[in-house]
């Protein structure tokens, strides 16, 4: 399974109208498109940085919506008076969901990379090292872990049931980060956000 994100700076004071494009316009055209299988919004309401991302059964799926979504991110540009927005591919790695998200949910993203010989490694020390700890948070929804096999370039997202739940978990998340380096996997940036939609729906994948 394959992701596209697209990184965006809007006006914060258009962040309303953003999630309504893309809730009601954005959605409803890139749902009926093959092989689509969700979308996604990560939105920080104070800055206007907002991360949309969607997700394509096969590789064939994601490069023939290439051009179909790409109307649609200029008018989404102009509507919310975004910089030029940042859009990268990527390999699902893993996705694990202990539930749903609830209403209100917060996101963790952090970007990281290792070198290309590393990478295979540095996902079993994901799946058998680090996944399980992040289990173990309190208010854990799902995780998700992205990739790009050419770069060695990486994206961790952990929900959470609440805004609370993922402060709480700020000195565990940054324990984590610091074994991370030590084991040879470069954090770039961390963030957090609201989930502004949730309608990823990539299955299982661990």
């Known amino acids: 399974m394959y992701a596209r994100s697209t990184t965006m700076v809007a006006d914060p004071r258009a962040v309303e109208e953003g999630i309504a494009f893309v809730r009601d316009q954005v959605w409803p055209s890139v749902k009926d498109m093959d092989g689509c299988l969700g979308i996604s919004m990560l939105l920080d309401r104070e800055s206007g940085k907002a991360i949309i991302t969607t997700s394509w059964e096969t590789e064939e799926a994601i490069a023939a919506s290439r051009e179909p979504v790409r109307t649609l991110r200029e008018r989404g540009t102009e509507i919310t008076s ?26 963790r ?36 872990l992205l990739i790009d096999r050419a770069t060695g370039r990486s994206a961790l997202s952990v929900a959470f049931d609440s805004r609370e739940a993922m402060e709480n978990t700020r000195a565990a998340a940054q324990t984590m980060r610091e074994q991370a ?3 040879g996997i470069h954090v770039d940036e961390m963030a957090e956000f609201e989930l502004a939609l949730a309608h990823l729906h990539i299955p299982e994948l661990v």
Not at 82 to 106: G, L, Q, T
Not at 112 to 136: A, C, F, K, T
């Open 82 to 107: 975004s910089d030029d927005p940042v859009v990268e591919e990527w390999e699902v790695a893993s996705m694990h969901r202990a539930h749903n998200a609830y209403p209100d949910a917060f996101v």
């Open 109 to 144: 993203t952090t970007w990281s990379h290792v070198e290309q010989e590393d990478i295979d490694s540095s996902l079993e020390l994901y799946r058998n090292g680090m996944l399980p700890q992040i289990e173990q948070f309190e208010g854990f929804a799902s995780a998700s």
């Open 181 to 183: 380096e030590q084991a």
